[in-house]
């Protein structure tokens, strides 16, 4: 007899567990910046190199999750938020690798070493960073719950303390940010300009993964407000 | 009317075998449908659906099912015009019922998803249309019955809607969730056993030959519903909030509560599936039955036989047990998405409207209800997704069931009526 049943297809392949697998994956990519500024700082470039390897990678499978997500999201599926916005928030939480991958490929390609005045503050923009990412994945790991309550209730005021939260983690990053700028113009005469140049533009980089994985925050806090 | 009384036993038999095969096409196949929501909520493991559908199905047919056999055997036909050729009335029954069950097996087995309803009546209105005329037809009940069919999902909806609303707002949405849980959850369970033992009172015992009061009806079935709502508090009670669990889904706990809900619902769901799906298979059986007993006469009063209900009540628990399982097994796994509290709010809603239609005697379609319900659910923000291709699909499918039960049941009248001659 039937083996194909027609109740089990009304139900449309849930968008929710794969935007939190998604996230995870970009979260682990980010995540492996702390290894890879570890390495960078002790100059050990064969370990730079493998760690920029493996970033690279995990950004790909990322790539690859948000492709087959797109793909298993019909025009006839009806759920209680816009295709429209999950696809937006899929597209921020992807970009959030992409800096990651970015910073490492600009850092191995030039062979950028930090001076060592803003070395230890660098190293805690990236921590921080990676913070804001894992901060994303918390709230974006409440999806489901919000699912469950219709996106209503107790459940909102806990998902908004958690992205209040992620706003605090991203303010602190542009905070070293500036800390960084000014230690370096400090020293920026008695560098080789084109090294200070590029030195400027990754340390901007590496604010946007924390800037990125802010916006996750905020495109889901416009899901939250009706 | 020479005809009936040389072939009564044969006629007794064929009707008995052509009933006994549809009812084993819907527990085969239908049946899956109703109980695999509380499979897939994995409130019920597949061996305790299998025995909840076959006591729960029995006892809907048995109980609840008469008022629905009563249209499908008189309801439909007006059978004024045939007093001088019952025999015709009986090839088309028998034709119907072959034709509904063939139908359920050929759609079954590609997938197609069609209402067992839906067959029957198409069956039983296209032989009425050719093989006797069009004035045979009673098309004020006919149109009856057509119009129940897009109400009773739309009223499913609604039902579903406001259960999950408010489930929402009285638990899920507060701050304290599984304590809100543990107090308000054995108020539905109380619902939903007071409603299904109301409608039982109220339209099956007669069947079995008790007499009741309009009063004693409400309380017997306040006995009930409270019944049911202590043995389902004493479940509840001894479910602990179990912190690991609720690492990654902070409702885990919530919902092991609503899954006590789910099993009473489930079986809400098959009672109600047999007591309207049940007597479509019995109701061709039934007027074959009666015509046969009275020698041929039409519209005589006849109480209808409990061995007619037991036909079809068996018919469904040997298909359940032979294919029901495979099915509620795809099924089951498939549906991921309806958690208890999901799956209980669409049931319950469900199982209401079935029972409902069944108490007034209209023969629904138990799916389309359901799916409804589904819909219901996912329209109070409650569904992470629903695949509306294949719900236009579902409603679709009606529209085609009509006529091809029609087609193969005239086909199977004239081949019939050679026969016999």
């Not at chain 1, 109740?7 to 697998?21: D, L, R, Y």
């Not at chain 1, 950028?112 to 894992?134: E, G, H, T």
């Not at chain 2, 109380?190 to 009806?217: D, P, Q, R």
């Not at chain 2, 409207?353 to 409804?372: C, D, E, F, K, N």
């Amino acid at each position: 007899m039937a083996v194909s049943n027609y109740m089990s297809g009304i139900f449309g392949n849930s968008p929710v567990k794969p935007m939190q697998v998604h996230m995870e994956k970009v979260h682990d990519c980010v995540s492996l910046l702390i290894p890879f500024f570890e390495a960078v700082v002790a100059e050990d470039w064969g370990k730079v190199e493998k760690n920029q390897q493996k970033i690279s990678t995990l950004e790909n499978e990322a790539d690859t999750l948000k492709k087959e997500l797109r793909l298993n999201l019909p025009k006839g599926l009806f759920m209680q938020v816009s295709r429209s916005d999950l696809l937006e928030i899929l597209t921020i939480q992807d970009s959030v690798a992409n800096k990651a991958k970015d910073v490492a490929g600009l850092i191995l390609g030039r062979k950028m070493v930090l001076p060592k005045a803003i070395a230890n503050d660098y190293q805690k923009l990236v921590q921080r960073c990676v913070d804001a990412s894992d901060q994303a994945k918390v709230t974006i790991n409440e999806l489901d719950e919000l699912v469950e309550t219709g996106f209503r209730g107790s459940e909102v005021k806990l998902v908004q303390k958690m992205i209040k939260k992620l706003d605090k983690i991203e303010a602190d990053t542009d905070k070293i940010q500036r800390k960084i700028r000014s230690k370096l113009f400090e020293i920026e005469t008695d560098m080789p300009p084109l090294e200070v140049m590029f030195l400027y533009k990754v340390i901007e980089s590496t604010g946007d993964v924390a800037d990125q994985a802010q916006r996750v925050g905020s495109r889901l806090q416009l899901l939250l407000a009706r | 009317m020479n005809i009936i009384i040389e072939n009564a036993s044969l006629f007794l038999i064929l009707a008995g075998f052509f009933g006994l095969f549809m009812a084993w096409g819907i527990g085969a196949n239908d049946v899956a449908n109703a109980m695999a929501t509380s499979v897939g909520s994995k409130a019920l493991t597949i061996k305790h659906a299998i025995i909840i559908a076959a006591v729960f199905e029995f006892s809907g047919a048995v109980l609840a099912g008469g008022e629905v056999t009563k249209t499908i055997r008189k309801g439909i036909i007006d059978a004024g015009g045939l007093a001088a050729t019952p025999e015709l009335l009986v090839y088309g029954m028998l034709a119907a019922l072959l034709a509904a069950g063939c139908w359920l097996l050929i759609a079954s087995s590609k997938g197609w998803p069609v209402s067992t309803t839906h067959s029957i009546i198409g069956a039983i209105v296209g032989f009425a249309i050719v093989g006797i005329g069009m004035h045979a037809v009673n098309w004020g009940k006919v149109g009856f019955i057509v119009a129940s069919w897009v109400v009773s999902p739309l009223l499913a909806g609604v039902v579903a809607f406001s259960i999950f609303r408010s489930v929402q707002k009285l638990i899920l949405d507060t701050e304290n969730p599984f304590e809100n849980a543990k107090k308000y959850v054995p108020i539905y369970i109380f619902m939903a056993g007071f409603m299904i033992s109301l409608v039982t009172l109220v339209k099956g015992l007669k069947h079995v030959g008790l007499e009741t009061t309009t009063m004693e009806n409400y309380s017997y079935a306040v006995v009930v519903g409270l019944i049911i709502m202590a043995i389902g508090k004493y479940f509840i009670n001894r479910i602990q909030f179990d912190q690991s669990l609720n690492k990654d889904f902070h409702y885990a706990s919530v919902e092991k509560v609503f899954g006590v809900l789910m099993i009473v619902t489930a079986c809400a769901m098959a009672f109600a599936h047999g007591s309207n799906d049940v007597a479509n298979a019995v109701g061709p059986v039934a007027a074959v039955v009666s015509i046969v007993h009275n020698d041929g006469a039409i519209g005589q009063k006849s109480v209808l036989p409990i061995w007619v209900l037991l036909i079809g009540g068996a018919g469904i628990v040997i298909g359940l047990m032979m294919y029901g399982h495979k099915v509620m097994a795809t099924v089951g796994r498939k549906i991921t998405e309806l958690t208890p509290s999901r799956g209980f709010a669409a049931e319950l809603a469900a199982a209401t409207t079935v029972v409902m239609a069944s108490g007034t005697g209209l023969p629904i379609s138990t799916t389309h209800t359901l799916v409804g319900a589904v819909l219901g659910v996912g329209m109070a923000r409650g569904m992470a997704a629903l695949n509306l291709t294949v719900i236009r699909n579902i409603f679709m499918s009606w529209i085609i069931t009509l006529p091809a039960g029609g087609i193969l049941a005239i086909i199977f009248f004239f081949t019939l009526k050679g026969i016999f001659g």
